[in-house]
């Protein structure tokens, strides 16, 4: 009893797929990615088809690399998961070969047919799945809460009830128009999102994060609460290129935390340094979270101004959380690393400063007016071509298949 309800609390773990099937996983990710550049910059789709078809391709991919439980097998996935991945895979296939009627016909005029129903319901399920494995019971709550209030609403008091609400006028408004699932954030998540989360993970892989930290912790690291301070100026220079707070304790966090255990901090004040830290990290521009590609498409406000409206309070929180651990730090008598834990400025610019430019060339390029997908996906490219300017940090086809690690750099040139 435990063990299940264990199961439907708590997120899944993430796989590591090898040989033929991680390969072919790995294959699959790589032609999404290319068909969502090729469908942003090159040619023109249907909004509503490419969402389509990028969340069920998505999906199927999720559930072969996610878990049902935390303690589900990481070797291989379940036969529930090819269940799923195959249903999400259907379902897509049935949305693209119908778009053309779906498309065109008008919302609860045209009544649904039933393999419309179908495929529909199998979708919303996936979805609600999906993030109950990838978020946890929390959200996928929250979810189930609003869904069941449309469907069951009308059996509450004056106040909270309303008008009966059918199951296919639900599905019809959900799942067949731009109101509900296919809307604007998984629209942006289609798009924009997924663009720049591209360009800071060739970024990140080429050595952008290791440079970033050495930077932070030569700029900070021998100072009065040294490794806290490495943690707020390095989680806050990959939040510019990742916009992921989740990416940036992951990144950051591994490499901060144990330094600050090891020179006294609590467990509970290294954790809060490098969340405080790493949450800031969707706020800095140019490449902020996903809340900023979604307020330009709901304002119609270019995310040029949005990013530039964000840059003074970004760099206030940023400074409020520095002042705060600095004090904490003098107050609690938390020394710095010693020089031969810190990396001198001037190799560390001189072996890494080249990560600058896409960066550079991003801001550049947004300040100009181009559209968010076409800096995104040219900035990628600058990353790709400044990362063979040297050996140390040129990623070969193998480290862009994802099979290798990152390339790592010496402090000292």
């Known amino acids: 009893m435990r063990s299940l309800l264990s199961s439907l609390v708590e997120t899944g773990a993430r796989r590591r797929l090898t040989g033929k099937l991680g390969t072919a996983v790995h294959g699959v990710a790589a032609l999404i990615a290319i068909a969502v550049i090729y469908t942003t910059t090159v040619v023109y789709v249907d909004l509503f088809v490419m969402t389509v078809v990028f969340l069920s391709a998505i999906l199927a991919l999720l559930f072969l690399m996610y878990t049902a439980a935390p303690n589900g097998r990481r070797d291989r996935p379940s036969a529930l998961d090819w269940l799923f991945s195959a249903a999400s895979i259907a379902a897509g296939v049935y949305f693209f070969v119908e778009s053309g009627r779906i498309v065109e016909r008008i919302t609860l005029l045209f009544p649904l047919e039933a393999p419309d129903l179908i495929a529909a319901s199998v979708l919303l399920v996936l ?33 909270l009830g309303f008008r009966e609400v059918s199951y296919n006028h639900f599905l019809d408004i959900m799942m067949f128009t731009t109101d509900g699932l296919f809307g604007v954030p998984l629209r942006v998540a289609a798009t924009y999102a997924f663009l720049f989360v591209l360009f800071g993970t060739f970024l990140s892989r080429a050595g952008g994060a290791d440079f970033f930290y050495n930077f932070a912790s030569a700029l900070a690291g021998r100072k009065v609460g040294g490794p806290a301070k490495i943690a707020v100026i390095s989680s806050g220079l990959y939040g510019t290129m990742s916009g ?19 020179l006294g901090y609590s467990k509970s004040l290294s954790g809060s340094v490098e969340v405080a830290a790493s949450t800031g990290g969707s706020l800095l521009p140019p490449v902020m979270g996903s809340a900023a590609f979604i307020m330009a498409e709901y304002t119609g406000i270019e995310y040029r101004d949005i990013a530039i409206a964000g840059i003074v309070p970004a760099l206030l929180y940023y400074l409020c959380v520095y002042t705060q651990i600095h004090l904490r730090s003098r107050k609690m008598g938390l020394g710095g690393l010693s020089a031969e834990e810190t990396p001198r400025l001037r190799a560390t610019l001189s072996n890494g400063g080249l990560f600058i430019i896409p960066l550079v060339a991003l801001s550049v390029a947004l300040i100009l007016g181009y559209s968010p997908t076409y800096v995104a996906a040219v900035a990628t490219v600058v990353v790709l071509l400044v990362s063979a300017v040297k050996p140390s940090t040129r990623m070969s086809l193998t480290a862009i298949w994802g099979h290798s690690a990152r390339p790592r750099y010496a402090w000292s040139g």
């Open 127 to 159: 979805t609600i799945e999906a993030t109950r494995r990838t978020v946890g019971i929390g959200l996928t709550s929250v979810v189930a809460v609003f869904v069941l209030y449309n469907l069951f609403g009308h059996n509450l008091p004056a106040g």
């Open 244 to 262: 992921s707070p989740t990416s940036d304790v992951v990144t950051t966090g591994s490499i901060t935390i144990p330094i600050m255990r090891r």
